[in-house]
């Protein structure tokens, strides 16, 4: 069964704080991708990953950054959390070939609250 | 630009009856990509339908069926006998080949819920 995990379901940080969300697949996809779900905003891409080492900025990359040291796992960070980046944060991943073409398996979301 | 519309915030309906979730898309691309995702209340969102732009043919699979018209950029997504379970936030999402930043462009969600 495929599966995508992220580390934490619910996260509590305090504004500053450096923050890591992970995100792991197990389908051996190139593609990952980092949303924020917002209410009335729908899914917002954060950035995204074609290959290991490679990164592109989404619509919203502004106060985040990620590392893919491996095809599996794809690392959201957030260098200095502030209380507007409180959000329900998505991961996912889809088989090689354009970003986009292809069924997006989703992991189950890590609520971030930052105080 | 790449857009997508779901004018539908939240739905609500009785079981057993039909319900169809509205979705209009905005590109100036000839070849693109149509998906609807469903987004239950445990969080993870699920893939349900992708469709090219040059399949046109309607899909059904079970209680679901897809409508797809180019003429009026639509995409339109119908539950037929609806069930508690069908309760849900669905989105429709467009990827264009010009797509620059965002190769999936989401709609702002419908949910939906089924009253027993």
């Known amino acids: 069964d495929v599966k995508v995990t992220q580390s934490s379901r619910y996260l509590v940080k305090r504004t500053g704080e450096k923050v890591f969300l992970e995100c792991v697949q197990d389908m051996d996809h190139e593609n990952m991708f980092w949303y924020r779900q917002d209410p009335g905003l729908g899914l917002r891409l954060i950035y995204f990953s074609y290959d290991v080492k490679m990164k592109e900025k989404g619509d919203i990359p502004e106060g985040y950054s990620v590392s893919r040291e491996k095809k599996e796992r794809f690392s959201l960070i957030l260098e200095s959390a502030s209380t507007n980046q409180t959000s329900m944060y998505l991961c996912a991943s889809s088989p090689p070939g354009l970003a986009g073409v292809h069924e997006q398996f989703f992991g189950p979301g890590t609520r971030l609250t930052v105080l | 630009a790449q857009k997508v519309t779901q004018a539908q915030t939240e739905i609500s309906v009785v079981e057993k009856e039909d319900v169809t979730l509205d979705c209009v898309y905005e590109?100036?691309?000839?070849?693109?990509?149509l998906f609807w995702y469903k987004q239950p209340p445990s969080g993870e969102l699920v893939f349900l339908i992708r469709r090219n732009s040059f399949d046109e043919q309607n899909e059904i699979s079970g209680r679901y069926s897809w409508n797809f018209q180019k003429s009026t950029s639509s995409f339109n997504f119908t539950i037929t006998a609806s069930q508690v379970v069908d309760s849900a936030v669905y989105f429709c999402?467009?990827?264009?080949?010009?797509?620059?930043?965002?190769?999936?462009?989401f709609g702002k969600g419908t949910r939906l819920s089924v009253i027993a």
């Open positions: 999402a467009l990827m264009s080949l010009s797509s620059g930043n965002t190769p999936l462009v």
């Open positions: 590109t100036r691309d000839t070849t693109y990509y």
